[in-house]
T-cell receptor, first 114, second 110 residues
Framework: EAQVTQNPRYLITVTGKKLTVTCSQN?????MSWYRQDPGLGLRQIYY???????DKGDVPEGYKVSRKEKRNFPLILESPSPNQTSLYFC?????????????FGPGTRLTVL | RKEVEQDPGPFNVPEGATVAFNCTYS??????FFWYRQDCRKEPKLLMS???SGNEDGRFTAQLNRASQYISLLIRDSKLSDSATYLC???????????FGKGTMLLVSP
């Protein structure tokens, strides 16, 4: 089944404890991105990647890191999480090496930082 | 700063009603436009792309007015299953970053 998977789906952690949210797609898509969704603010793009080893900042990259060592995986790393990073996170992938195609979203990761 | 503005919601309509959502964007060089649908606590899913000539998919019609930087979505004969949040999405001129509106919630009642 063609899909985007994220793990974990739910995570409660404490301030300063490094964490990684994994994202994987099995559709051979070129473009992958991370978003956070907060009440009243909508979806905001954190980072995106147009191809392997090519990543770039979105609108809200502060406090996050990403890597794209292989096409299928695009992990989101929080080196030192803070309470303002409590949010619902979505990973997405898209066939073309740009944002012009349909974005296929993962099921989301709900993160709480205490 | 890139901005995408949508009608505040929620829109409460009875089954069978016609409802229209509006969206404006600030970057005149934006290249592509989309409507996504998001059910409560679920991931967004593409509803339809928006083309300059306007496009229709069943009960849904999308329009784009580049001169006014305005996008619309019309839903005819609303169904209970149309209840969701509708997100207006704009792709920048570099074809790289996507900006989402905050969404408009639609509630269709029997």
């Amino acid at each position: 089944e063609a899909q985007v998977t994220q793990n974990p789906r739910y995570l409660i952690t404490v301030t300063g404890k490094k964490l990684t949210v994994t994202c994987s797609q099995n559709m051979n898509h070129e473009y992958m991105s991370w978003y956070r969704q907060d009440p009243g603010l909508g979806l905001r793009q954190i980072y995106y990647s147009m191809n392997v080893e090519v990543t770039d900042k979105g609108d809200v990259p502060e406090g996050y890191k990403v890597s794209r060592k292989e096409k299928r995986n695009f992990p989101l790393i929080l080196e030192s999480p803070s309470p303002n990073q409590t949010s619902l996170y979505f990973c997405a992938s898209s066939p073309a090496a740009s944002g012009r195609d349909t974005q296929y979203f993962g099921p989301g990761t709900r993160l709480t930082v205490l | 700063r890139k901005e995408v503005e949508q009608d505040p919601g929620p829109f409460n309509v009875p089954e069978g009603a016609t409802v229209a959502f509006n969206c404006t964007y600030s970057n005149s060089a934006s290249q592509s436009f989309f409507w996504y649908r998001q059910d409560c606590r679920k991931e967004p899913k593409l509803l339809m792309s928006v083309y300059s000539s306007g496009n229709e998919d069943g009960r849904f019609t999308a329009q784009l007015n580049r001169a006014s930087q305005y996008i619309s979505l019309l839903i005819r004969d609303s169904k209970l299953s149309d209840s969701a949040t509708y997100l207006c999405v704009v792709l920048d001129s570099g074809y790289s970053t996507l900006t989402f509106g905050k969404g408009t919630m639609l509630l269709v009642s029997p």
